[in-house]
T-cell receptor, first 116, second 114 residues
C-alpha cells in the first residue's frame, strides 16, 4: 500500500537559518510526490512536486525538495527561513494503485516554527 | 484565473442531520476531489468526480455522497451526521490532462457536529 511518513511532528528553526522538513514514502512503481503548506484555518497551498526529471525540485516561496530514490525520501528545504514560513507542512504521494483516480495520500503533517 | 471556492465557511449541525457542502473548481479544471481533515490529522480522501461521475472512493461509508455538475462544480452530501464527522472538508480541483496531477485546494468548510 502507498504511504507517506513525516517523522517529525514539529521542526524549530531560527530565522535566517536553513530548514529541512523530512518525508519518506512507500509506493509501488514510480512515485509522484508533492508538498503542500497549510496556514491556520486555511486550505492547503501547493508548493512543489516531483514527477520525473531532476532530483532537485524548485517550488514556490523559495522552497525546494530533493528526491532520493535509494532512501525513498523527499525532504523539503529552504536555504534561509522566514518567520512567515511558520505553518503546517504536508507531504503527499499520488496513489499509483488508483488508476485514473487522482487520489493523494497525505502524511500527518509537520509544524514548522520559525523563531525571530 | 479563479481559484477553488467553497461554501459555507463554517457550519454547525446536530447529530443525525444532513449537510450539503459546495465547491467551485478552478477555471479549466474538470476533476474535483473531496478530503476530510480531522483535527491534527492529514487530509483523507473521500472521493473524486470526473465528468459528473464518481471515479474513485476512499474508505468512507455510503452516507457520504456527492455530485458533479456540467460546469464542474461539486457537492458533498453527508447523511445521518455523527460526532466524528466534525472536521475540515476540503475540495480540490485538478486537470490531469498533460500529466501534471497537482491538486489545488479551496479554503475548506469547517463542520461541527454537536
Amino acid at each position: 500500500a502507498q504511504s507517506v511518513a513525516q517523522p517529525e511532528d514539529q521542526v524549530n528553526v531560527a530565522e535566517g537559518n536553513p530548514l529541512t522538513v523530512k518525508c519518506t514514502y512507500s509506493v509501488s512503481g514510480n512515485p509522484y510526490l508533492f508538498w503542500y503548506v497549510q496556514y491556520p484555518n486555511r486550505g492547503l497551498q501547493f508548493l512543489l512536486k516531483y514527477i520525473t526529471g531532476d532530483n532537485l525540485v524548485k517550488g514556490s516561496y523559495g522552497f525546494e525538495a530533493e528526491f532520493n530514490k535509494s532512501q525513498t525520501s523527499f525532504h523539503l528545504k529552504k536555504p534561509s527561513a522566514l518567520v512567515s514560513d511558520s505553518a503546517l507542512y504536508f507531504c503527499a504521494v499520488r496513489d499509483a494503485a488508483g488508476g485514473a483516480t487522482n487520489k493523494l495520500i497525505f502524511g500527518t503533517g509537520t509544524l514548522l516554527a520559525v523563531q525571530p | 484565473e479563479t481559484g477553488v471556492t467553497q461554501s459555507p465557511t463554517h457550519l454547525i449541525k446536530t447529530r443525525g442531520q444532513q449537510v450539503t457542502l459546495r465547491c467551485s473548481s478552478q477555471s479549466g479544471h474538470n476533476t474535483v476531489s473531496w478530503y476530510q481533515q480531522a483535527l491534527g490529522q492529514g487530509p483523507q480522501f473521500i472521493f473524486q468526480y470526473y465528468r459528473e461521475e464518481e471515479n474513485g472512493r476512499g474508505n468512507f461509508p455510503p452516507r457520504f455522497s456527492g455530485l458533479q455538475f456540467p460546469n464542474y462544480s461539486s457537492e458533498l452530501n453527508v447523511n445521518a451526521l455523527e460526532l466524528d464527522d466534525s472536521a475540515l472538508y476540503l475540495c480540490a480541483s485538478s486537470s490531469p490532462k498533460g500529466g501534471t496531477y497537482e491538486q489545488y485546494f479551496g479554503p475548506g468548510t469547517r463542520l461541527t457536529v454537536t
